[in-house]
């Protein structure tokens, strides 16, 4: 296949877990869209095209290992999860529901494929570290992945375990931050002053990239070109826009946590090319 079909692709992909995110929160009457559609198109590309994994073993010793940190933005993971073949795309009609193996943050116990259980904002990171030290001192050569959100990387405990990563020269671990300028509370800039943000990463001697978070070229580039890093871990910051996908979500913060009316989910049905 060549990039132009395999970026055709993986944007097809990425629309119908776009979809797929719409309908869960619209059926569960919760969720959190905004955040789970800024960082649908890293899944994808994960999933779909970078990963080392096995669908029929979730628990394979040597495959690749992605924890989302944010994990509020599970309704994405769950889609890819489901489309991947991990299990039914019928479940994906029980997100937030007693019983459900979809719970609102992501749990290694219930869900085939979730890695780690997440969502506890901060704590991605460190138990990326951990599993990227294991693979050392096993030698094992699977990557760990981590995407972590704007907010979350205001907790002391991201930059505890960035320098931690950095002392044991985790070339095997490759970390995201979907930086889309928002948290919960507002923008990024008025809650908390963090940015700028690459020389905070640089600064903690990591190896360090800023792409367009929704460029799937851009993408595979920046993990290829992290791969290639001999001594330092990775941290690729994506520039990203909350609710990228459909006009009347982007930028609106109002969509961080919020359930789409049925007029809008025909809007997205149209936009998105679903039934």
Known sequence: MNVE?????????SDHIRLDIMKM?????????GPAFSIADLITTLYFKEMKIDPQNPRWEDRDRFILSKGHACPALYSALARKGYFSMDELHGLRKLGSMLQGHPDMNKTPGIDITSGSLGNGLS???????AA??????YYTYVAMGDGEIQE????????????YKLNNLIAFVDHNGWQSGGSIHDVSGLLPVLPKWQAFNWDCQVIDGHDFEQIIQAIAQAKKSTDKPSMIIL?????KG????????????RVPTA???EQAITVLGGE
């Open 25 to 33: 929160v619209y059926e569960a009457k919760d969720g959190h869209p």
């Open 127 to 133: 138990m990326a570290v951990g599993m990227a030290i």
């Open 263 to 265: 007029e809008q989910m």
């Open 246 to 257: 459909l006009s009347f979500m982007e930028n609106d913060n109002s969509w961080h946590k």
């Open 5 to 13: 079909n395999d970026i055709k692709k993986l944007q097809t992909i």
């Open 156 to 167: 002391g405990l991201v930059w505890e375990a960035a320098m931690c990563a950095s002392k």
């Open 239 to 243: 520039k990203t826009i909350k609710g």
């Open 136 to 141: 050392k001192y096993r030698k094992k050569s």
